[in-house]
């Protein structure tokens, strides 16, 4: 399959002038491309620029409104719960996360529920907000319901992932970002690209049966949470999702389970909608409420060490340390560019047509 | 295997007893023996009375201490962080939950990690302290190291289990509460007195294959986390160990990793440790801080009513709601009784002659 390399910046400015193209104000454009560019150099590709013609979509659908009125519905000390006005998440989300840090810098913790929103691009990147202010980061976000409880084969929830930050003394911080379903669709994405089998325990069919076809999502399939089956644990990755769906939405007022409203266009809500457009939730927690922040970092770094150095299984696969392989491709796309692939990018040509606009392919 | 019915104050009374006799004070002894009966009543066995005799092992060891001065060492409006002074987990886990749910009153939310403590019994019990205030609950604990991360078979992470709990209406509260490993102890332990193979997947060999042997933990392999391997998302289960392993101890100065101490009394703790005794982390989220509670309530009903009806792959086999099983048992139990297997009333026993009191058995 055929690539090109992108440098940074050429990607960051066309990115911020299609979200100008649509009306958005020149700080959201600068913003929204911001959260993009951030998957994009950390190799999280199905969330970046291949995910920009998605939001486009959904604004000509006026599923997103390019000119929202952020607002705190209701706050104590330590929380806020914010409506959307059914912006970007891109947009909305960076509003909470900077709400949850003020609060976590008066109080010790901050914690934001967000409704009528949108997809909110990598939870990673809004976490990671936190780790400048020596906070820990936590962000989560509900999504299209695409996974099935254990025993159905109803789709009731999206991938939902959560994501918790952590700084580091000297090394890089700790980044655990995860969906809570058994494989995220970026991966069945690839499979169906290349036409390979997928593992069983990633996707079951519309009968329930585990499945090796990575279309049978398309075929009225669904996936499966994290443990795959129930022998496995599949009952702890449905109920991960199911806390994700409940911080997200129930606490905030928007949509969950089967009415999360669908990232794809062409699909509309479902009727007699429970809340209000997608949720999300954010926490800060100022390191030094708990301990110096000295002391916890380098104990972070003892942590990274201790299993860093634990011995492999096999000498070729060292053991990982969570957020450890989106530093270094970040490190890397930062010299080298982005590699996108020939779909993406025309894709991308596709929409700098449509909204007449120039681009750098 | 034959089993033994008692009914539940009994039993409760028989534990106040074994921990007067260490010498508790009379309220602590009532609050560990309602934290293990709790565990029995909900149908953990593995983590009510049949770990009675552990608890008192340790403290045999004077790894417990039966008079601690549990203190607030640090704090903010919505933080603590605790010394559990070598207490019981069973008494500083309600202490420091009981600190959380106050701030929670004064300021929306309220986190507190506690350090050098012992092992809290289940997570559940002190979640769900929050839900008489119409608050979120969350607890979370490290453990003893069996769990290797992904591509290593050094045990480096508990089974660290992670425990939210969301109040309803009209119907039961969602409790989830799991092991961050693919199987938690207690399932092996079941499959090790039945002398039956386990599910590829749960354990692994001192080599770092998967294996069936339900001893396969006992002759130097390790748990799996949940996931059980790469390709089924393994490293999403040692993510969330990791999670857990940090905002328990690296937060709160116990220790972590490896350096968890055992808790099995013949195993010492390992030297040059990085903290103190082992780590817990408590949070009470007021609903009202986020929405009217009764606006929250309705909604989880709808949320357990919607996944409740959804159509089951079995007819036989519902879906079930985090939390369901454990408060079907509890109501039979305390009409019925509490079973108890004859290995754990001989173990009972035994503790009794050796404290030299009397039991019901």
Not at 60 to 85: C, M, Q
């Amino acid at each position: 399959m055929k690539t090109y390399q992108i440098e940074e910046n050429t990607l960051r400015s066309f990115t911020e002038r299609i979200f100008l193209k649509i009306g958005c104000s020149e700080s959201d454009a600068i913003q929204a491309a911001d959260v993009l560019i951030a998957s994009d150099l950390r190799g999280i590709d199905s969330h970046g620029v291949a995910r920009l013609s998605g939001y486009i979509r959904l604004w000509e659908k006026k599923r997103i409104n390019v000119s929202p009125k952020l607002s705190i519905i209701h706050e104590t000390l330590s929380t806020a719960t914010v409506n959307g006005d059914s912006a970007l998440g891109l947009i909305s989300a960076p509003f909470a996360m900077r709400i949850a840090i003020s609060k976590a810098k008066e109080c010790g913790t901050g914690w934001v529920a967000v409704k009528n929103s949108n997809h909110f691009g990598i939870a990673a990147y809004h976490a990671m907000k936190a780790l400048e202010e020596d906070m820990i980061g936590i962000a989560m976000t509900n999504a299209s319901p695409l996974v099935a409880p254990t025993h159905t084969t109803e789709r009731l929830l999206g991938t939902n992932p959560m994501c918790y930050a952590f700084p580091a003394r000297s090394s890089w911080p700790i980044i655990v970002d995860m969906a809570t379903a058994a494989a995220a669709n970026g991966k069945l994405e690839i499979a169906q690209r290349l036409n390979e089998d997928i593992p069983e325990g990633w996707v079951q069919t519309k009968d329930g049966r585990t499945t090796n076809d990575p279309h049978g999502l398309k075929s009225g399939g669904s996936l499966l949470p994290l443990g795959s089956d129930k022998e496995h644990g599949s009952h702890k990755g449905y109920g991960l999702g199911a806390v994700v769906d409940i911080l997200t939405a129930v606490l905030s007022g928007a949509n969950y389970g089967p009415w999360v409203p669908p990232f794809v266009a062409f699909l509309d809500p479902l009727p007699d909608l429970p809340g209000q457009g997608i949720g999300h939730f954010f926490g800060a927690m100022r390191v030094d409420a708990f301990r110096p922040a000295e002391d916890f970092k380098a104990n972070i770094d003892r942590w990274i060490q201790r299993f860093k150095s634990a011995k492999p299984i096999d000498e070729s696969q060292p053991v990982i340390i969570p957020g450890e392989p989106e530093f270094k491709t970040e490190l890397v796309r930062k010299k080298e560019g982005i590699p996108l692939t020939e779909m993406v990018v025309e894709d991308l040509k596709e929409l700098a047509r449509h909204l007449q606009t120039t681009h750098p392919f």
